[in-house]
């Protein structure tokens, strides 16, 4: 059978500004045939013979058909893309136009190479919204991209790809900006979806735990070359390049107490060095101490000094909202934050110069924090002149030093963000909030947005930071692994309720919150067929299905979780337990109960037969 | 999003009364006094004193102020100090041929300018391009009195083509109403396109480095109706704006060519009135300026609004 795809000695080059050109791709080969998903990382864009500006191909063959695409006119080039090939990026809410509706967008591609009418394309998108899984199939094509949630956007983003039968896919980190229990709604959907459609599909990717859930066969690269290629199985079970191995140790293990390393007590004080008691926050007008939309309720969170507490939830749970309470970016509704034992102002504002220097906020995305018209230098350099009083020559010293800190070259500082790349960035992002000399970092999901081997190496230095400085840290992310390996403490926030909080290893050990074990059972495994096997468990079929409803009254957790009592769960604030000292549960069913359930995996509790509502996830009311 | 709207409109109107006390205040601060103007240096103490009791001269400035509200708001703009002649007819046929001159330069000018922008976006550092940015960048350097001259000077001197001064009247024939209008109309569409041609490529571009401008590219999308259909559609809030700001220039700031060219419009009886110390005539022009401008800026927050999914389609 005749390759539908091949690569041959592919080379992707750039220029710098002085002219001269650096190869980031050096000649890679490989082939795809009918039907077959191929993993690998960092080339899809050549598979569209399409190039980012700046970049250019200086040899090699890209062939669809047997024919080079990269030596076709740019009308035959046109006449391929979204209609043979067809491409999924990584951020579905970048990638769709928020000025059309989503069917015309989907259906788009089809009609204008003239493979379907509008008519017919209608028909086709419809069907693919129901082999998706997408709630309201008949009247979702009407709605606007910011009327449905993210995941749905992700999956709508495989439908626009789909529509006009391509014969191969280009799906460039799909999962990777999504949240666990998202991420998998969607693996399952690509999946089946790929699977009966036929299309062969190159998936891109950094995590190998999602690879071995889709792929057939995987290439991996490094440095622009290939290291290593096999079927899916040979890879995984017996990987014989370093980098694959590297690759794989960097799979983020399955949380589990013990995993990561606390820290020591050298910095203890009496005084927490952040505390937030009984905070209520959110947005719109403050009536008698609620707001007009409440995001966190009743949130106590200690920080001691030179600690870490990991703050996890599924976006919109009010992680990010936490930390803007904390900088006094967002004034509680009710509610107090101390720093160092003592009282702050709600509002920044009122705060003085010294608390704003001891609090410091590191954005998730470097991209945007970072002005791009401003040096490296400049960047570090201006928070050191307006905290410290630093000037001048010292400056320079000084900014060296931070940068040496973050490990980056002291040659660094004459750069501007757009010449680093995204964990070089990241780590100038942390550089910028240590200038200050802060006592307290508020890391909002800094490394949500970075490989796997980037980001193990942020934390490894976070954790260099907090031994070196004593720094406190309030890590908000994800991604439960991450938080694992890196926090003192863990605080599991469900639709703006802590329903677990306590030491890390008492948190991902049992006895589990219900919504915690969920989040662990979540994070993909290094093993073929885990997907399908975490699809029969409960906490799946019951959490998966359902979207967060924020509710007054009962536990938050309630529609989602496989063990609620109906009748308690639903109607009554759930008590807080403590089962081991300084780590509590909020939940109706008593320990006993839970170490129970434990023992037996199969069992069904809550009864999950009865269909989801449209499996719905869009009406967060967030 | 109909909240926004009326909110919109309110805003509007709570500027329109502030421009009204600032229009009132400023007028009444202008030096000259109206009795002694019209009854002339003869006048007797008495019959000024007369004068000021009839017109509600020597009421307190607040009262006046209400009474001049009151009836503006009834339709009323009084009389002229000058003449006598009511204000209303004064104003009609000036305002008709500002409006008259505003229109078929909007009319030209938006699609034109829209155009022509849409037409550096889709060929940016081509000599299309290149040319069109060169050429606006310098008309908008060149203050406006200065091509109305010079054109005066091309056309009307040299060439002998065009009347020196624009003047239409009712009996006038389409093409003499064109040729009357011609060049107060040629230098007011190439100051205010300048600047619309320029928004509408800088709008266009900004959006073209858009993720989903490259997942366009991605499903084969030709580059103009990327243009058209992808881009456009998320430019048109920054793009009305800079037209009403631009239109509402054409009804306001054409003071200038208006003179250069005597036209008879509302400007030039602006400044007629500012001339003869005419208050109340200067009042209600003023008032006309601010209003459109208002009105114009409302319009375009209003269509910003509505061409925004988001606001248009909520959740």
């Known amino acids: 059978m005749a390759e539908l795809f091949e690569i041959d000695n592919l080379q992707i080059a750039f220029r710098k500004e002085d002219g001269t050109p650096v190869q980031i791709v050096k000649g890679v080969s490989f082939n795809v045939k009918a039907g077959q998903v191929v993993a690998l990382s960092t080339i899809s864009m050549a598979t569209m013979a399409y190039c980012r500006p700046g970049l250019h191909f200086p040899g090699g063959e890209v062939r669809l058909h047997g024919k080079d695409v990269l030596a076709m006119e740019p009308q035959d080039q046109r006449a391929i893309r979204g209609n043979k090939v067809a491409y999924l990026a990584q951020s579905a809410a970048a990638t769709f136009n928020p000025a059309i509706t989503i069917g015309e967008q989907v259906t788009e591609a089809a009609v204008l190479h003239g493979t379907l009418s509008q008519e017919e394309a209608n028909i086709r998108a419809v069907e693919l919204y129901r082999a998706l899984e997408l709630p309201d199939p008949d009247r979702l094509g009407h709605r606007y991209p910011h009327q449905v949630s993210g995941g749905q956007l992700q999956r709508l983003m495989a439908a626009m790809a789909l529509v006009s039968k391509p014969d191969l896919l280009v799906l460039d980190e799909p999962t990777t900006a999504l949240d666990v229990t998202t991420q998998i709604e969607v693996l399952k959907a690509f999946k089946k979806v790929i699977q009966e459609e036929g299309s062969a599909a190159i998936y891109v990717t950094h995590d190998l735990a999602v690879v071995a859930q889709v792929a057939d066969h995987i290439v991996v690269l490094y440095s622009g070359e290939v290291q290593e290629q096999g079927p899916v199985e040979q890879i995984i079970n017996n990987p014989k390049h370093p980098y694959t191995k590297r690759l794989m140790a960097a799979v983020k293990p399955t949380p589990t107490a013990g995993m990561g390393d606390t820290a020591d007590q050298k910095h203890d004080r009496d005084v927490p060095n952040i505390e937030v008691k009984d905070m209520t926050a959110g947005y719109g007008g403050i009536v008698n101490g609620k707001p007009a939309i409440t995001v966190l309720r009743d949130i106590n969170v200690k920080i001691k000094n030179s600690h870490v507490v990991g703050v996890i939830g599924e976006s919109g749970c009010g992680k990010s909202t936490l930390a803007r309470v904390m900088a006094g970016l967002l004034p509680a509704a009710k509610g107090e934050v101390f720093l160092d034992g003592k009282k702050l102002e709600a509002d920044l504002k009122h705060r003085s110069q010294e608390e704003l220097q001891k609090i410091q906020f590191v954005y998730q995305m470097a991209d945007t924090a970072l002005n791009p018209r401003q040096l490296i230098g400049d960047i570090l350099g201006r928070p050191l002149e307006f905290y410290r009083g630093i000037k001048g020559k010292e400056r320079r010293e000084e900014v060296a030093k931070l940068l040496r800190l973050v490990e980056l070259p002291v040659e660094f500082e004459s750069r501007f963000p757009s010449e680093l790349s995204g964990g070089q960035k990241q780590r100038v992002n942390m550089a910028r909030a240590l200038a200050a000399n802060p006592e307290i970092m508020l890391c909002d999901e800094v490394t949500s947005a970075l490989d796997s081997i980037v980001s193990s190496n942020v934390i490894k230095l976070l954790k260099k930071l907090r031994d070196q400085t004593g720094v406190s840290f309030v890590f908000i992310s994800h991604d439960l692994s991450t938080v694992g390996s890196f926090a003192d403490e863990i605080v599991v926030l469900y639709a703006g309720r802590v329903v677990e909080q306590g030491p890390v290893d008492e948190v991902l050990a049992p006895p589990y919150h219900p919504y915690t074990r969920l989040l662990i059972s979540s994070v993909p495994e290094l093993r073929v067929g885990w997907l399908e096997d975490t699809m029969q468990k409960r906490e799946m079929a019951a959490g998966i299905a359902r979207g967060v409803e924020i509710t007054d009254t009962g536990c938050p957790f309630y529609n989602r979780c496989p063990i609620a009592i109906d009748g308690t769960c639903d109607k009554e604030i759930a008590p807080t337990r403590e089962p081991t000292p300084e780590h509590y549960i909020s939940c109706h069913r008593t320990m006993e109960e839970i170490n129970e359930i434990e023992q037996n995996p199969q069992q069904i509790l809550h009864g999950f037969e009865k269909a989801a509502p449209d499996g719905d996830k869009a009406a967060k009311p967030v | ?315």
């Open chain 2, 1 to 315: 999003m109909q909240r926004m709207v009326i909110q919109r409109i309110l805003i509007g109107l709570v500027t329109l009364w502030v421009v009204s006390v600032l229009v009132f205040v400023m007028t009444s601060l202008l030096p000259g006094d109206v009795a002694q103007i019209v009854l002339g240096q003869s006048a007797t103490p008495e019959s000024l004193a007369a004068y000021r009791a009839e017109r509600g001269l020597d009421q307190p400035l607040i009262f006046q102020y209400f009474g001049w509200l009151g009836n503006m708001l009834t339709g009323d703009l009084g009389t002229s100090k000058a003449g006598g002649a009511s204000i209303s007819s004064l104003i009609s046929g000036r305002l008709g041929n500002t409006m008259y001159l505003a229109a078929v330069v909007a009319i030209i000018s938006v699609p034109l300018s829209v155009g022509l922008g849409l037409l550096a976006a889709m060929y940016p550092g081509t000599w299309i391009d290149k040319s069109l940015t060169f050429g606006t960048l310098a008309l908008i350097s060149v203050p406006e009195f200065f091509i109305a001259t010079f054109m005066v000077l091309i056309f009307a001197v040299n060439l002998g083509w065009l009347p020196a001064i624009a003047r239409v009247a009712e009996e006038d024939t389409f093409w003499e109403m064109a040729r009357g209008i011609a060049m107060p109309l040629l230098v007011l569409v190439i100051v205010v396109a300048a600047q619309m041609i320029r928004m509408t490529r800088a709008g266009i571009l900004n959006v073209m480095n858009a993720p989903y401008i490259e997942m366009a590219i991605l499903k084969g999308v030709r580059r103009n109706r990327i243009i058209l259909r992808h881009a456009f559609f998320n430019t048109i809030g920054p793009i009305v704006n800079v037209i009403a700001l631009n239109l509402a220039y054409l009804v306001s700031g054409v003071v200038i060519v208006e003179t250069i060219f005597a036209y008879p419009g509302l400007a030039k009886l602006m400044i007629d009135g500012v001339q003869t110390r005419d208050l109340p005539l200067v009042q209600a022009t003023a008032m006309i300026f601010c209003g459109t401008y208002v009105i114009l800026i409302i319009l375009a927050d209003v269509a910003a609004i509505l061409a925004n999914p988001r606001l248009r389609n909520p959740k």
